[in-house]
């Protein structure tokens, strides 16, 4: 039973509640659909900007090490 006075953005934090492992799996799976999305932007950019895709191929290299 929802309780009056709960209201707004109270019942929505209680309704958004999740325990951390439900946590750690949505942002397991934002982060690999960021990756997707961030693979289909260097492709597309590999293809109309080939310079700019090298440079920040390399960018992105140097930050993995």
Request: glycine residues 4%.
């Amino acid at each position: 039973e929802i309780m009056p006075s709960l209201v707004g953005s109270e019942m929505c934090i209680r309704d958004r509640f999740i325990n951390r492992e439900q946590m750690k799996i949505r942002i397991s799976e934002l982060l690999q659909h960021l990756q997707q999305v961030v693979i289909q932007l260097l492709g597309s950019l590999q293809k109309q900007e080939p310079m700019k895709y090298l440079i920040v191929h390399q960018i992105t290299l140097a930050i993995q090490q």
